[in-house]
Nanobody, 125 residues
Framework: QVQLVESGGGLVQAGVSLRLSCVVS????????MGWFRQAPGKEREFVSGIVRGDSTTRYADSVKGRFTISRDNGKNTVYLQMNSLKPEDTAVYYC??????????????????WGQGTQVTVSS
């Protein structure tokens, strides 16, 4: 079965950077669209970024454009989210998600069947 494990979260000061990692086991990510989502306390889960299978085409939520970068290393079966210029409003649990057999990126949470357990990112002011 496909399993996703996130890491790299932590408690940081506003303005600094973090890099999240998502290691996938059970299947190669080369045939999956990968996404990052986040959920803040009392809020709905929201789309952050996605990257299509097979190439480097990406999408970003307006709130993170210019600050966050998604990338993938198929050899390591790992997806990354580089987060720069972090703000307190970025505080959330960040989840990695995978969607097989689809060409393209969707921001719809329910269309991703595979999810990691999440990693906490807390940004203080």
């Amino acid at each position: 079965q496909v399993q996703l494990v996130e890491s790299g979260g932590g408690l940081v000061q506003a303005g600094v950077s973090l890099r999240l990692s998502c290691v996938v086991s059970g299947r190669s990510i080369s045939n999956y669209t990968m996404g990052w989502f986040r959920q803040a306390p009392g809020k709905e889960r929201e789309f952050v970024s996605g990257i299509v299978r097979g190439d480097s085409t990406t999408r970003y939520a307006d709130s993170v454009k210019g600050r966050f970068t998604i990338s993938r290393d198929n050899g390591k079966n790992t997806v990354y989210l580089q987060m720069n210029s972090l703000k307190p409003e970025d505080t959330a649990v960040y989840y990695c998600a995978a969607r097989p057999n689809i060409l393209g990126i969707t921001s719809t949470t329910t269309l991703y069947p595979y999810w990691g357990q999440g990693t906490q990112v807390t940004v203080s002011s």
